[in-house]
């Protein structure tokens, strides 16, 4: 079913009437008069093309023009302008024919625009690639929303303190995981293999034993507290990856000995191939400092908080 041509043509705002193909943004001006932006692309050669339109007062601006309505009709980025000042606490934007949509909603963290209804998530492309969501009005619970229908998701963005859920249940083709101010939780050996980067954030609920990453593993960002239980906890087969601000407390130097100890991973980025990590030191300092020089030699920036 495609959207019905009462809410393509704007008089009706009756979620009820939307169409299975039709995802609704709601507008919330008093939390901002600033115009809002979100990015979105189509799928490469899909047709009919997406359109957004404005469903009750307000506009979106095109070329500096207050429209009505936009279409995306290419696969290149095009950032839509919401004009907030000129819409209400009734206003809500529809995005049509969201099935072509390949790309991601920013919703933003101010929670000026969200998703009307979790459920509309699912109605995106199959061939969605970067899937960013980062204001929730409503409860989402990621153990229940059927990221089957994103096949081929490789970048997933869950800012939102409204994000719940196991980490285990992270779609499996995601590579880059942002979850920032969420309320994300599970042992990070949970973590779907084919993650290669991980922004977890200062108040991650993510935690144990760090070495049990996947081995195409490539690097974590966040002030949060893992273990590394011994120096052999990561087996020399598998690779090193870079880290910043993760706390480690007394198992520094496990992590150190056992780092130097794997395989390089010529497949870091540069800016990646870094560990900044805080803890103690606990073994003698010409043990773990050798471990260094070996991390340094193999191309990572080492900085120790202790």
Same mark, same amino acid.
Not at 146 to 151: E, L, T, V
Not at 161 to 171: D, F, K, M, T, V
């Given at each position: 079913?495609?959207?019905?041509?009462? +809410?393509?043509?704007?008089?009706?705002?009756?979620?009820?009437?939307?169409?299975?193909?039709?995802?609704?943004?709601?507008?919330?001006?008093?939390?901002?008069?600033?115009?809002?932006?979100?990015?979105?692309?189509?799928?490469?050669?899909?047709?009919? &093309?997406?359109?957004? $339109?404005?469903?009750?007062?307000?506009? $979106?601006?095109?070329?500096? #023009?207050? #429209?009505?309505?936009?279409?995306?009709?290419?696969?290149?980025?095009?950032?839509?302008?919401?004009?907030?000042?000129?819409?209400?606490?009734?206003?809500? #934007?529809?995005? #049509?024919?969201?099935?072509?949509?390949?790309?991601?909603?920013?919703?933003?963290?101010?929670?000026?625009?969200?998703?009307?209804?979790?459920?509309?998530? %699912?109605?995106?492309?199959?061939?969605?690639?970067?899937?960013?969501?980062?204001?929730?009005?409503?409860? !989402?619970?990621?153990?229940?929303?059927?990221?089957?229908?994103?096949?081929?998701?490789?970048?997933?963005?869950?800012?939102?303190?409204?994000?719940?859920?196991?980490?285990?249940?992270? =779609?499996?083709?995601?590579?880059?995981?942002? +979850?920032?101010?969420?309320? $994300?939780?599970?042992?990070?050996?949970?973590?779907?293999?084919?993650?290669?980067?991980?922004?977890?954030?200062?108040?991650?609920?993510?935690?144990?034993?760090?070495? !049990?990453? =996947?081995?195409?593993?490539?690097?974590?960002?966040?002030?949060?507290?893992?273990?590394? =239980?011994?120096?052999?906890?990561? =087996?020399?087969?598998?690779? %090193?990856?870079?880290?910043?601000?993760?706390?480690?407390?007394?198992?520094?130097?496990?992590?150190?000995? &056992?780092?130097?100890?794997?395989?390089?991973?010529?497949?870091?980025?540069?800016?990646?191939?870094?560990?900044?990590?805080?803890?103690?030191?606990?073994?003698?300092?010409?043990?773990?400092?050798?471990?260094?020089?070996?991390?340094?030699?193999?191309?990572?920036?080492?900085?120790?908080?202790?």
């Amino acid at each position: 079913m495609k959207s019905l041509n009462v +809410t393509l043509k704007g008089i009706c705002s009756d979620p009820l009437m939307k169409g299975e193909d039709e995802v609704r943004l709601r507008i919330n001006p008093s939390v901002t008069q600033n115009n809002v932006i979100i990015g979105l692309r189509k799928v490469y050669n899909s047709t009919p &093309n997406p359109k957004l $339109i404005v469903i009750g007062t307000g506009y $979106i601006i095109k070329d500096g #023009v207050n #429209v009505r309505e936009v279409e995306i009709e290419t696969n290149a980025y095009q950032y839509i302008t919401f004009n907030m000042a000129s819409m209400d606490e009734n206003s809500e #934007v529809a995005i #049509v024919n969201a099935h072509n949509i390949n790309a991601y909603v920013d919703t933003d963290s101010s929670d000026a625009v969200t998703i009307k209804d979790i459920e509309d998530i %699912q109605k995106f492309a199959a061939n969605t690639s970067w899937l960013q969501l980062g204001a929730f009005e409503d409860y !989402l619970n990621i153990d229940e929303l059927p990221f089957s229908k994103f096949a081929n998701i490789s970048e997933l963005i869950l800012n939102s303190p409204n994000a719940y859920g196991h980490i285990s249940n992270i =779609p499996s083709t995601v590579k880059k995981l942002r +979850t920032l101010k969420s309320n $994300i939780t599970g042992d990070i050996s949970t973590i779907p293999a084919a993650v290669e980067t991980y922004y977890c954030g200062g108040d991650s609920k993510v935690y144990g034993n760090l070495a !049990l990453v =996947p081995n195409g593993f490539q690097y974590i960002w966040g002030t949060t507290k893992f273990n590394w =239980p011994s120096t052999t906890s990561r =087996p020399t087969t598998s690779k %090193q990856f870079g880290m910043s601000y993760v706390d480690l407390d007394n198992d520094l130097d496990n992590m150190l000995v &056992n780092m130097a100890s794997c395989a390089n991973n010529p497949d870091i980025a540069s800016g990646n191939k870094v560990i900044v990590a805080t803890g103690r030191h606990t073994m003698e300092e010409s043990i773990w400092q050798e471990a260094v020089q070996t991390l340094q030699d193999a191309g990572f920036t080492v900085t120790l908080n202790t």
